[in-house]
């Protein structure tokens, strides 16, 4: 489990097919204090450490998961959000997220504010029932607030405020209209929806 509050930016220096795609990935942890096995959510993507050296660690992504995230996202020199795995005691700053890619979304615009960024994305239409304003949503392992929702012609359109803090601290500030991202549904909403779903 992870909190979708990103700890590192880390940043693809290796990509190369075994099989499964390998990926080499420099970043700032201590990995000393990361065992092998151990799980990274990379840009919301829950991978497991196959090895590791003096600032990168290594993971292996099946098929799947490739087709399953966004376009472009495991391509070398790709910076990507790190989040460890969440530990008992820690503190759930964001919300509690899988790192299990339930979508991809596009975004539809950036727009400055203030500050902040407002950025719209567009959401395939079976993940719409899940969105609810001021409900959580990971974009791409970032933990963030829906601001709005509004559903037409087979999309969802979701908007979310980006604060300098985030900005700073996220892939998220580099965002462009028709990138790709990664989305993440609140576990609850899923839960709740299959409880409504299920046959008693």
């Known amino acids: 489990m992870f909190t979708g509050i990103i700890t590192d930016i880390g940043t693809i220096t290796k990509a190369e097919q075994r099989g499964d795609l390998r990926l080499t990935i420099a970043?700032?942890?201590?990995l000393s204090t990361v065992d092998l096995g151990a799980s990274i959510a990379c840009s919301g993507c829950c991978l497991t450490v196959v090895d590791k050296g003096d600032g990168w660690f290594a993971v292996d992504l099946s098929g799947e998961s490739v087709a399953r995230t966004a376009a472009g996202m495991w391509e070398e020199g790709r910076r990507l959000n790190l989040e460890r795995a969440l530990r008992l005691g820690d503190e759930l700053g964001g919300h509690l997220v899988t790192g299990h890619v339930d979508?991809?979304?596009?975004?539809?615009?950036?727009?400055?504010?203030?500050?902040?960024?407002?950025?719209?994305?567009?959401?395939?239409?079976?993940?719409g029932r899940y969105i609810a304003q001021k409900g959580s949503i990971c974009v791409d392992g970032v933990s963030l607030t829906v601001n709005d929702v509004a559903d037409s012609e087979g999309v969802t359109r979701f908007g979310l405020n980006l604060i300098p803090h985030s900005a700073e601290h996220t892939?998220?500030?580099?965002?462009?209209?028709?990138?790709?991202?990664?989305?993440?549904?609140?576990?609850?909403?899923?839960?709740?929806?299959?409880?409504?779903?299920?046959?008693?």
Do not use: F, W
Not at 27 to 30: E, L, S, V
């Open 103 to 127: 979508g991809i979304g596009t975004v539809a615009s950036v727009t400055p504010d203030g500050g902040s960024l407002r950025i719209a994305i567009d959401a395939p239409a079976p993940l």
């Open 171 to 200: 892939t998220l500030r580099s965002v462009r209209p028709d990138q790709q991202v990664n989305l993440e549904i609140d576990v609850i909403a899923r839960y709740l929806d299959r409880m409504k779903h299920a046959p008693v």
């Open 27 to 30: 970043c700032g942890y201590d």
